[in-house]
């Protein structure tokens, strides 16, 4: 079923085209109605049968067989398979017995009258059967082969009527405006990422941006209330996987709104275009601070559809003998953590262990080491000399321990801890579904919103400097607000995510309204060079009023939803993770006289870079 | 009235935010409510009444006198206009005689309880007024105060509204799917109009395609069988008037169409997102042949509101004994065309007549010299000499000519006398209208579709060579197949024009699906670089069903069905006509270490260039 609210009225699928009825829609109530169909071959039997396919499904067609009817047969049997053809016929139900119900159209067939051959086919790359497996590299390569494929013309539609039902709900029901803003720009300070579009003004460029952030504010500064837009956006990222060079959010602002009411309204709008045929999304979603996501979850993504939740053992510790948990305890924000995999030593394998540990050693600094227990009245790990008797019980007591449980803890400072156990216990999670437990249920959806994070982080690359958790225009949070000029560090933001099944979906916050606020975060904590936000910051004073939005990345939702397992498949053209694409081979060699009116030429690498 | 449909429910625009209604809906059936309000302040009067504003209108607030309610007096005395502020109160009726009919809300007022300064304002360059005139730049260099005038909150609404109602129409009543395409793509054959994006592969750029003319083709081919998309388009035209590097169009492929199916769709569509409260658009379009276009107005975009046609006289001076007219008979496709003002001579002074003469010189060959009559009885006008008497009385009988009505009459080449007396007919009632004469009626929506052009053109640099009239894709009219192989210059396509008021609003075409015959045209008759096309032609060959399609500019559409004088006021942040972003001074200089990914370098243009 095509349609999201069971409600609505079906659209007509075969207005204004050569054919009365799609081949996917027919049933038994069309019984004796003459059709014309347009589609594919997709399959014939022994020059008697033939399945023909069009967007919306499939239909069998018996082929005449009398001599009256010879040119008609001879377009259907000769005919390569994929070649499109119409038919004209009636609709009859199969006989007794050979009813398909595993096909939609399987009561009926169609008996043939004309045929005619619209479009031969070639000998295809691969065939068109969702059973048949391809590269990802040959299925983009012929996308337009691919798209045929009842998967990704289900999640292209499906994505289609969704944005569909969001405009509605955003326009129709709460009166929001959609407000096309320019992709050719200037460039963003510290806009590492954008893509340059060279003009014809010498050593000038656009730049194109990573989302339409200061378009949406200048929009409130412009009165416009209530804007959305289902915003192209760019960011050059290099090579990195299941990321692409464009990608798609639905960009939202609102004047005069709170954290509340942004969160709210998002509530709303995924709740009313959520597919009719899932669990129907419960609202208000449950909120957590940034700081207990990473305390309980070692992330600020939270996959809240299961436990093994990461609980600070330090106080079991405080009087140990151990050196290394003493060590490790009496470092600034030392702490002793642990999750629980429940009857993880059923099954849990040693390599599996193995690769726990291999995980955490990759990705974190050796001390953080990860420690095992199996928790049977053994403590049998090899690293059980740490835990003295007593240790061992209150631990058992405290985390509700059973036997078969197993226990993996770390000692180090805490955000490391955090992080560590965050990662292992996803990668506990996937070695237990590749055991057959089931985990996280996929057609569970459990959205998570994690606010108050911090306004600031301190540089990666020099500690001592700031740089924003977000991005500069978000607003502190209001009860922090007067630690901005003696401790920003320490400021909490209005900045809000929105998490689902442990994937961000979407982000936003309050905007800083203020210009005088503005321009002391950039200038004075960030540092940034104002000139390039210069037009922003002018348009604060001239009567901005309080306002606030949020992102939702469309092509990560649609993944979710579908669940399809690459961003790829839920967008009709994607890149390759280098950025290329397959099909055309773009990005593509230019001759130099093409170059000459943008005034630029290519730095050739020499052979030392 | 913010709806386009009366039978629409209301959007709530005052859910999610911190007021209770908007300024400009509160009517006396909202006496005696409490309400709340966010808004600028428009305008003060001797501190006893204060007019705030918001994206739906006015509002007057009285501000209260006792000296209770000081502060909130103060509050609202004291901030500057165009401040933000938010207050609450109570709804009242205005004092009997002191209603102001003009104004929506001019029944009511509010009586302020709370007031609540949200954001003060600095001195603005200009006051947002709809009657202060502001110059163009300086409207742009402040987009986001001129964005407040209630013009450009009309104009931006209405877009947005008007693209939800053709949304709706495509997708929930006639089962359109909404794809997105790519727009970092590969150039395409003689796409030098095409930004380029450079990528980090040395030397490989990426286009910004002018539209999504093969992504929709390849839809098609993907079996999508009906995609539409509001797609951003770009095209480097450097500096022209009236024209964006960035816009957007109406995209429409479907399969298994023809000509008549698209048009009808067209039609519906615009029908059904047509504003109420303008005429509705009657259906189906009337349709002329190019070549009927030409002949009868001089363009292939016609506006059909007025008459004033192109008369061929040919006929009249075949045994003329003017030499000047004899020899332009003589000569291949030589005319003799004329146009009739009527009553002209009541409005065109002797200076109208020099600036269409003007006109005639300033754009077109001397061999086409208008000739100018008044067609009382003594033919007074200087060239009258070459109209000898009986021909004189068979053109007045020709043209029923009454006194007053003034003859425009040209000589030469026919498509040329065509194009210049279409010309000087806009330029005739660009005159007669600035004398009082209403010939095009603004509030006159007359659609037409223009039919039949050719498929090719020769070139206009070597005219021995030809070049696709529209896009190479272009499928040809089914009845002049044959001529492609024998007299290409001769075929008609099957590419169609929709015209509204004398602007081109769309066009499109059937295209080809026929990879031998795509290939032909591209390699045989327009000699293009097949190799940047080498994965559409490999697509047809893969069972490409017919298809054909449409593109609407809507900024330009928007800018009829506004009345706006330019592009640029339906548009919320324009460039301006050199390409530049006023506002935030885009393009922009990048430092060289920016560049340096991108393996590119600026070519500083020399003095001598």
Redesign the interface.
């Known amino acids: 079923n095509?349609m999201l609210g069971s409600q609505?009225?079906m659209?007509?699928?075969s207005?204004?085209?050569?054919?009365t009825n799609t081949c996917g829609e027919l049933r038994p109530s069309h019984l004796g109605q003459e059709v014309t169909l347009?589609g594919?071959i997709q399959y014939r039997r022994q020059n008697i049968f033939l399945v023909l396919?069009?967007?919306h499904g499939l239909v069998q067609v018996v082929i005449p067989q009398d001599e009256s009817a010879a040119s008609v047969k001879k377009v259907l049997c000769e005919a390569p398979l994929?070649?499109?053809v119409?038919i004209s016929g009636t609709v009859i139900s199969r006989p007794p017995g050979q009813e398909n119900p595993k096909m939609p159209t399987g009561a009926i067939e169609i008996k043939v009258k004309t045929a005619e051959l619209?479009?031969?086919?070639?000998k295809?790359p691969f065939e068109i059967k969702d059973f048949v497996k391809k590269t990802e590299a040959l299925r983009l390569q012929?996308?337009?082969?691919?798209?045929?494929s009842a998967q990704?013309?289900h999640n292209?539609?499906l994505?289609?009527?969704m944005?569909?039902r969001m405009?509605e709900y955003l326009?129709?029901?709460?009166?929001?405006?959609?407000?096309?803003?320019?992709?050719?720009?200037?460039?963003t300070p510290g806009g590492?990422k954008e893509?340059?579009?060279?003009?014809?003004?010498?050593?000038?460029?656009?730049?194109?941006p990573q989302s339409p952030q200061?378009?949406k504010q200048?929009?409130m500064?412009?009165?416009?209330?209530?804007y959305f837009q289902v915003a192209?956006c760019?960011r050059?990222e290099?090579s990195r996987p299941d990321r692409q060079?464009?990608f798609?959010q639905i960009d939202i602002e609102?004047?005069?709104?709170?954290q509340t009411?942004?969160q709210?309204?998002t509530e709303g709008l995924l709740q009313y275009a959520w597919p009719g045929d899932r669990d129907p999304v419960v609202t208000p979603f449950p909120s957590m601070p940034f700081a207990e996501a990473l305390a309980t979850y070692g992330t600020d993504k939270p996959d809240t559809r299961f436990g093994m939740k990461i609980t600070d053992i330090s106080d079991v510790f405080r009087n140990t003998k151990s050196e290394f948990l003493q060590d490790s305890l009496s470092k600034p924000q030392g702490t002793v953590k642990a999750i629980c995999v429940r009857e993880g030593a059923k099954y849990l394998k040693r390599k599996d262990i193995k690769s726990i540990r291999k995980c955490a050693t990759d990705h974190f600094n050796q001390e953080v080491l990860p420690v095992f227990l199996k928790a049977n009245s053994n403590w049998n790990a090899p690293v059980a000399k740490f835990i003295e008797e007593e240790h061992g019980l209150e631990l058992t007591r405290m985390m509700e321990l059973q036997e078969d449980d197993v226990l993996l803890l770390t000692a180090g400072e805490h955000a490391k801890a955090c992080s560590l156990l965050g990662k292992l216990r996803l990668e506990c999670a996937d070695l237990l579904e590749g055991r057959g437990v089931v985990l996280r249920d996929p057609t569970q959806f459990s959205f998570l919103w994690v606010v108050d994070f911090p306004l600031f982080f301190p540089k990666e690359d020099n500690p001592k400097e700031l740089e924003s958790a977000h991005h500069p225009f978000t607003a502190p949070h209001p009860s922090d607000g007067h630690l901005i000029y003696t401790e920003p560090e320490k400021v909490r933001s209005q900045h809000y995510d929105l998490v689902l099944n442990g994937h961000e979906i979407g982000g936003g916050s309050i905007r800083i309204?203020?210009a005088e606020l503005q321009r002391y975060i950039l200038s004075t904590v960030l540092k940034e060079d104002v000139t390039?936000l210069s037009?922003l910051l002018q348009?604060l004073?001239?009567?901005?009023?309080?306002h606030g939005g949020i992102a939702l990345g469309l092509d990560r939702l649609m993944c979710l939803v579908t669940g399809a397992p690459s961003i790829r498949d839920v967008?009709?053209?994607p890149?390759s993770f280098r950025?290329r694409?397959l099909?055309?081979?773009?990005?593509?060699?230019?001759p130099p006289e093409?170059?000459?009116p943008?005034?630029?030429?290519?730095?050739?690498?020499t052979d030392s870079e």
Chains 1, 2 share one sequence.
Not at 171 to 187: A, I, Q, S, W
Not at 583 to 590: F, H, L, R
């Open positions: 095509l609505r009225k659209p007509e699928f207005s204004f085209v050569a054919r347009c594919w396919r069009d967007c994929e070649s499109v119409r619209l479009n031969s086919c070639r295809l012929y996308r337009y082969l691919d798209l045929r990704m013309q292209l539609r994505r289609s009527q944005v569909m405009r326009c129709n029901l709460h009166g929001f405006v959609d407000v096309e803003t320019p992709t050719l720009f200037k460039r590492a893509f340059l579009v060279p003009s014809r003004e010498p050593g000038k460029f656009y730049s194109l200061q378009f200048l929009l500064i412009g009165g416009l209330d209530r192209r760019y050059d290099g060079p464009e798609t609102m004047s005069f709104v709170d009411g942004i709210s309204l309204h203020d390039l037009h348009a004073d001239y009567g901005a009023p309080p967008i009709a053209f890149k950025g694409d099909m055309s081979s773009a990005p593509d060699s230019v093409e170059l000459k943008y005034h630029i030429q290519v730095s050739w690498p």
